[in-house]
Structures are given as C-alpha cells and as structure tokens.
C-alpha cells in the first residue's frame, strides 16, 4: 500500500514557475503508476499528467504540454511536477494518487490527500 503527500504549492506570479512534490511512503512506490491531479474552485478534479513505472508519461491535458513535465526519482520515492510559464488558470489544488493506468486515467479512487494549493496571479 503507498501513502502519498502532495507539497509545493504556493503563490506564483503568471509566467513563473513551480515545483510540487509527491512522496510516497511504503514498499509498493515501484510498482505503481502516480498521476496529478487538479481541481480548481467549482470545477470536478482532472487528470493533468501520469507517469508510469518506466517512466512513460501522458499528459491528458492539453493546455500543460510543453509547460508542465512529470517525473519520478524512484530513489527517493518522490514524483515531481515542474510547472512553467503558470498562467491564472493553473490555479487549483494539485493532488496526487497511485495505482494502474486505467485508475489513474479514471480518477477512481475512494481516498485523496490534502492536496497542495497553487495559486496563479495575473
């Protein structure tokens, strides 16, 4: 079982950037796809990017490609979401969830974190 904690959010000017964090704590990190999420203020949460156990990633989102990468440090169990050139409507709590690549492409999930809160000012 994998126990994730989203960090890295904060208050970010547009055009700026960001790193968020998702650790992973338990023995399973290695065989499990993460994917981030958002979910901005009156919208359903969605996926902006997955990364799979080799390293492939998807990015669903259109309006994040070539802006946002996926990453994972298998090391440290952490997987990474840089963020570039944020605009206002990034601004959402980014969360993270780990499973297969169907469930992570579903959203489906019982459980979610906290989250971390990014927040884009014009």
């Known amino acids: 079982h994998v126990q994730l904690q989203a960090s890295g959010g904060g208050l970010v000017q547009a055009g700026g950037s960001l790193r968020l964090s998702c650790a992973a704590s338990?023995?399973?990190?290695?065989?499990?796809?993460i994917g981030w999420y958002r979910q901005a203020p009156g919208k359903q949460r969605e996926l902006v990017s997955l990364?799979?156990?080799?390293?492939?990633?998807?990015y669903p989102d259109s309006s994040v490609k070539g802006r946002f990468t996926i990453s994972r440090d298998s090391a440290k169990n952490i997987v990474y979401l840089q963020m570039n050139n944020l605009k206002p409507e990034d601004t959402a709590v980014y969360y993270c969830?780990?499973?297969?690549?169907?469930?992570?492409?579903?959203?489906?999930?019982?459980?979610w974190g906290p989250g971390t809160q990014l927040t884009v000012s014009s």
């Open positions: 969830n780990a499973g297969s690549f169907v469930q992570l492409a579903a959203g489906a999930f019982d459980s």
């Open positions: 338990g023995s399973t990190f290695s065989t499990v796809a």
């Open positions: 990364i799979s156990i080799d390293g492939r990633t998807i």
